[in-house]
């Protein structure tokens, strides 16, 4: 999610809880239920064309849901998008059986191709039209061989005519009655982002019907409803937006607090106790199909489910990041890829084989594979589940979303990663990790290790005490400051929680100002020293014997001796084997918007060192006390009660 600044905005006390939402309510629904929709283009002209609609030979005209297929071609919905997840429809839902429906006009062949677990093909329904004009065509494909894998897709096949092909929809039978969504976006201080995810939303009628409410939480003081765009977006959203201000809690409190208002408004109308809430980021670019998508399916499963989305690389828009998601709490790592799942695949680009050689075939995923959680870019989770689990943890955000999905799995409630179901969001490996953001990733990740597993204390201790030492040999203090401090805040137990992350945001802002490695500069202008004395010095391969060249990289640093004076080092060179021989380095920013400059500092390092000795002893011995502690708070950290002492529910506005 959206990182949040440490500047808070405590003069802002929320704005009182809703007293009960007419439209959360369930309804009987009107027709078959439209699982997805057949779309040729993207909702913007950055995202590539071919991720919907694919022109396998000769030529058509791709609309965003209109088709023109020339005569002599061919196009295939085998595409990121075209695809239906047969897989997880027969697994997770009680469907058996999907049908598409389209308006054509004109001559040639509609078929409905599926694949198998091993990504083979085959035809299962296919109609030959000729001469129509806006008529409706509807062929039906069964659910019933796709346990393990595969998908099914639409192809459009042309011999002398023309075909147009309008309102493709994949839809299913429908629930008796159908279950309302309201999105929830978190926002701070990215208003022109929000607007414009807003905009997407109201501008995309089919996907509004499926939303009954738009909850907008704004923690900032830069807001959305400053921007000229908000009343034309309250107009287009059609009494729908609910737009919320509140102190900065973070994502997990901005969150929250939509979980707060749809179920408070259960509390007062028990028609609403089903809805879903929707959490989308802020600074994403919003595909709104993704709210039919995630409905559709939410309201097909035979008990609530976490149903998530999929994160496109927005610098890289064919880019999937992962098909789905685990933590690694051994290594404190969360956004690790279950295995045979898409891993930050190129959705466009042919498999190769061992040699390198193109074997013809993109890789789409059709395994089905299982996630365990699902991070919050875009999320649907049912009111029945938040009923159950409670509210999220106060972690301010980093690794809320983790510990929710793991506290839900406790619980009984699966989550499911859905294919197909996505937007775009900013890449993560273009923000540099020397960031403040990295203490909360960090205190938050021992957290939710010593709530959700049993983890030997010594093992956390070694990956932390190796992240840190490799700090050091790479001459970010800062970070490794960054790092001390969160396990330091860890062992003070539970109640650190208590202000939801406020304090220690700010805090650890102060910590990070006193070490001049965590500034960045102009890649012109790089304090105390010249452009041209600063050589650029590229790595040497891996080393084979990380130990041992560590060992060394340690005695070296001990005597003070050094490879390289100074130089410059680029983000793919930045590893700890290669800045750890130089004196000076000038190392370019992740974001790519400037450099950093780190001087070897012995004094430093060695204080650094002696205090995570001592504190890495400390959370040894203390862990199973704190892991009871932990375990024992979570209830009531997560209660409405004190989330609504967080939000100030009780204050006026100032």
């Not at 295939?76 to 027969?90: E, H, I, K, L, V």
Request: with cysteine; aromatic share 8%.
């Amino acid at each position: 999610m959206a990182a949040s600044s440490p500047t808070t905005s405590d003069a802002v006390p929320a704005q009182p809880a809703t007293k009960g939402d007419d439209r959360l309510v369930e309804h009987v629904p009107s027709g078959r239920l439209v699982a997805q929709r057949g779309l040729f283009r993207g909702p913007d002209p950055v995202c590539p064309d071919d991720l919907y609609a694919q022109v396998n030979f000769g030529s058509a005209v791709r609309e965003r849901q209109r088709l023109l297929v020339h005569p002599g071609s061919e196009v295939t919905m085998d595409t990121y998008f075209g695809r239906f997840p047969a897989s997880y429809w027969q697994r997770w839902t009680v469907v058996d059986s999907a049908d598409v429906e389209i308006t054509a006009t004109g001559s040639g062949r509609i078929s409905i191709v599926a694949s198998d677990v091993e990504g083979e093909t085959r035809t299962v329904a296919a109609r030959d039209v000729t001469d129509l004009r806006d008529e409706p065509v509807t062929l039906t494909a069964r659910l019933d061989k796709f346990v393990d894998g595969g998908f099914l897709w639409v192809q459009f096949a042309t011999g002398d005519d023309d075909l147009v092909v309008e309102r493709l929809r994949w839809t299913v039978e429908p629930p008796r009655r159908l279950r309302p969504t309201a999105v929830v976006i978190c926002t701070y201080n990215r208003a022109d982002d929000c607007t414009k995810t807003l905009q997407s939303l109201g501008g995309d009628a089919e996907a509004l019907d499926v939303l009954d409410a738009v909850y907008v939480v704004d923690q900032g003081t830069d807001t959305v409803e400053s921007r000229p765009a908000f009343g034309d977006i309250e107009k287009a959203l059609d009494g729908r937006l609910r737009y919320l201000r509140q102190p900065n809690l973070g994502g997990a409190g901005g969150f929250g607090r939509g979980m707060y208002e749809v179920t408070e408004a259960a509390r007062v109308n028990s028609d609403a106790e089903h809805a879903n809430l929707l959490f989308m980021d802020d600074d994403v670019l919003c595909e709104p199909e993704i709210a039919i998508r995630l409905t559709a399916f939410a309201n097909r499963t035979p008990d609530p489910t976490i149903i998530g989305g999929q994160m496109l690389r927005l610098l890289h828009p064919t880019v999937l990041l992962a098909g789905a998601e685990y933590a690694d709490f051994a290594a404190l790592k969360p956004g690790r890829v279950v295995t045979n799942a898409l891993d930050n695949v190129d959705l466009l680009a042919e498999e190769v084989d061992d040699d390198g050689l193109p074997i013809g075939r993109v890789n789409r995923g059709d395994r089905r594979v299982d996630a365990q959680y699902n991070a919050w870019w875009a999320c649907l989770i049912p009111a029945e589940v938040v009923a159950k689990v409670g509210l999220p943890l106060p972690l301010f955000f980093q690794w809320d979303d983790v510990e929710y999905g793991y506290r839900a799995r406790a619980k009984g409630f699966a989550t499911v990663t859905l294919p197909g179901a996505a937007l775009w969001h900013a890449d993560f490996d273009w923000k540099d990790a020397d960031k403040w953001n990295e203490y909360f990733a960090v205190r938050n990740s021992v957290i939710v290790s010593a709530l959700h597993a049993e983890i030997d204390p010594r093992q956390t201790a070694r990956v932390l005490t190796s992240r840190i030492a490799r700090f050091l040999l790479t001459m970010q203090y800062g970070l490794a400051a960054t790092l001390i401090k969160a396990v330091e805040d860890f062992l003070r137990g539970p109640e650190f929680l208590h202000d939801g992350g406020a304090g220690a945001a700010k805090e650890i802002f102060k910590v990070r100002a006193e070490y001049p490695d965590t500034v960045m500069h102009p890649a012109s202008d790089v304090p105390g020293l010249k452009s041209g004395s600063i050589p650029l010095i590229q790595a040497g391969p891996r080393p084979t014997r990380n130990r041992l060249v560590m060992l060394k990289r340690l005695v070296y640093l001990a005597l003070g001796r050094t490879v390289h004076p100074v130089g410059a080092v680029s983000k793919q060179d930045a590893t700890w084997w290669h800045v750890s021989q130089f004196a000076t380095a000038v190392v370019t920013d992740g974001s790519q918007e400037g450099v950093r400059l780190r001087r070897r500092d012995r004094e430093t390092t060695i204080r650094l060192a002696k205090r995570t000795a001592r504190v890495m002893r400390r959370l040894v011995s203390q862990m199973p006390r704190l892991r009871q502690e932990y375990r024992a708070a979570v209830p009531g950290l997560t209660s409405r009660e004190n989330w609504r002492r967080l939000y100030k529910m009780d204050e006026r506005r100032g």
